[in-house]
């Protein structure tokens, strides 16, 4: 089936902390998956982005690991910030024309 | 640069009527996708456009429908308004099937 979920609803950490925001995705045939932050008020924002053929793949204080052999992608934040406080949701793409979202991580940044 | 621009940001109808939703794409983007938004969800996939054609739909029923135009803007429209479909419809652009760029949404409450 189709279907991107996330492990935690919630996450809280304090500034200048690292986040961790967790997803698990259930179709094998996906190649291509995206992190977005969206904030209130406002559509989701890409983050980063990695393909099927990558584990690894860094940008500025953001970092995204895939583990294709369990199906698990996770987004780090270094030194998370005030202004990182947002909803988190990984996105898959089978390589067809649609996105598929997860249902999202609402981080807290706690100053 | 303009980014994506959606219209109206907030309306209301009742059950049984319709509404028109209108997107602007990013300046060079050529393909549209519409999203549905459900409060405290992520975005669910409703269909994409692509040289005015719907390139593929997601799983929603035929009362929505939407239509591109040549300057690449598109419109989503929705029959028979049913109070489920209250949510943030999103429309996103993108240059193919490249990054994707959100709007800030259309909220739609169904009374």
């Known amino acids: 089936g189709e279907s991107v979920g996330l492990h935690l609803p919630t996450l809280s950490v304090q500034e200048g902390d690292n986040s961790i925001i967790n997803c698990a995705y259930s179709?094998?045939?996906?190649?291509?998956f995206i992190w977005y932050k969206q904030e209130s008020g406002k559509g989701p924002q890409f983050i980063i982005d990695?393909?099927?053929?990558?584990d690894k793949r860094q940008g500025q204080r953001v970092t995204v690991l895939l583990n294709k052999t369990v199906k698990h992608l996770s987004l780090q934040i270094a030194a998370t910030q005030p202004g990182d406080s947002a909803v988190y949701f990984c996105?898959?793409?089978?390589?067809?024309?649609?996105?598929?979202f997860g249902a999202g991580t609402r981080l807290f940044v706690k100053a | 640069d303009a980014g994506v621009t959606q219209s109206p940001t907030h309306l209301i109808k009742t059950r049984g009527q319709q509404v028109t939703l209108r997107c602007s794409p990013k300046?060079?983007?050529?393909?549209v996708s519409w999203y549905q938004q459900a409060l405290g969800q992520g975005p669910q996939f409703i269909f994409q456009y692509y040289e005015e054609e719907e390139r593929q739909r997601g799983n929603f029923p035929d009362r929505f429908s939407g239509h591109q135009f040549p300057n690449y803007s598109s419109e989503l429209n929705v029959n028979a308004l049913l109070l489920g479909d209250s949510a943030l419809y999103l429309c996103?652009?993108?240059f193919g099937d490249g990054e994707l760029f959100f709007g800030e949404g259309s909220r739609l409450t169904v009374l």
């Open positions: 996105a898959e793409n089978t390589g067809g024309f649609k996105t598929i």
């Open positions: 179709n094998s045939a996906s190649d291509y």
């Open positions: 990695i393909r099927s053929n990558m």
């Open positions: 300046s060079g983007h050529d393909t």
């Open positions: 996103a652009s993108s």
